[in-house]
């Protein structure tokens, strides 16, 4: 069985538990002054702060901890993989275009469920450690994020892996940051070469100009999803309006990074609809609204 917890599981009994794995392997060193695929994720305003050496806030000293671990499941991946058979290459280079960098996790030879269509097993993988014991877990995964990481890295990696030529798909193992939360092995098609380019031109365009900041947004917090007898589901939690996720982790002087501190509170959501509306929450109404509907689709 393709398991990627019972893969890394009979590989550390094969080693008696005890993985070779040396830091010598840890991954590159981030380089603030290129474009890195991951930045398409990134808020375009924080990129272009970053390029042009705009002073930051310190990392904060838990994100060190959290990259050291990180490294080590990357890597125990790599190995429990390649003790598999599976294993192409890992922390690969990959050839993108001038004034951009990316390194690819891993070019294996299976996909986690069973072989495409037309045969062809190798393809491009990616390995993320999310915040262990998240409810939506396996509903919320893979990310569109990573997604498209994986679709970047597929896009240039043929140059170098004939192999990879024409592949249609690809896939990321998630192997959650402590806890005990199981792995998740996902398999997605990837998005077209040429809406990956205009995805890259666009962020390039934050060489020439710094764009506003991210709109702010009704969120909600401690969110619960409840089903009613008759199938429907309903959802509580407690409104706010305010930054994007990625503000939370802006280290750039920006007006935004206020606001994500201090989100302004909109009332409450449940069973028996809105309650407790402040005075922003009922200014708000439409927005809340349209966040609740999509909420419910999404
Ligand atoms: S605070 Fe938010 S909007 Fe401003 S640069 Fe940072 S991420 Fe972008």
């Not at 951009?100 to 037309?118: L, N, P, Q, R, Y």
């Not at 970047?152 to 990696?157: D, G, N, P, T």
């Not at 920006?254 to 402040?278: H, I, M, Q």
Request: hydrophobic content about 35%.
């Amino acid at each position: 069985m393709f398991d990627i917890d019972y893969i890394i599981g009979d590989y550390l009994a094969s080693v008696n538990g005890q993985p070779p794995i040396r830091w010598s392997e840890a991954r590159e060193v981030w380089d603030e002054g290129v474009l890195h695929v991951s930045d398409l994720n990134a808020c375009p305003r924080q990129v272009a702060l970053r390029l042009r050496g705009f002073p930051a806030a310190p990392r904060p000293p838990q994100e060190a901890r959290k990259f050291v671990l990180a490294n080590f499941q990357h890597e125990l991946l790599y190995r429990a993989f390649d003790w598999y058979g599976i294993l192409i290459d890992k922390e690969i280079p990959v050839p993108m275009p001038d004034g951009w960098t990316g390194t690819a996790d891993m070019v294996i030879d299976e996909f986690h469920d069973k072989s495409s269509v037309d045969g062809n097993t190798v393809n491009v993988g990616d390995s993320k450690n999310p915040v262990a014991g998240a409810k939506k877990y396996l509903a919320d995964y893979p990310k569109p994020e990573d997604i498209l990481q994986v679709s970047v890295y597929s896009a240039f990696l043929p140059e170098i892996y004939r192999e990879l030529e024409g592949q249609t798909e690809g896939q990321v193992f998630y192997l959650p940051l402590g806890g005990a939360s199981r792995g998740l092995s996902t398999r997605f098609p990837l998005v077209p070469k040429a809406e990956v380019m205009e995805r890259m031109r666009d962020l390039e365009a934050v060489r020439d100009d710094i764009p506003d900041p991210l709109p702010l947004k009704v969120f909600i917090t401690n969110r619960r999803e409840y089903t009613r007898k008759d199938g429907t589901t309903t959802v509580s939690g407690n409104l706010y309006h305010g930054t994007d996720w990625r503000c939370s982790y802006c280290r750039y002087e920006c007006p935004n990074r206020k606001a994500a501190d201090e989100p302004v509170f909109l009332g409450k959501t449940g069973t028996k609809g809105l309650s407790e509306l402040t005075s922003a929450g009922h200014r708000l109404s439409a927005e809340i609204g349209e966040f609740l509907l999509r909420d419910a689709v999404g």
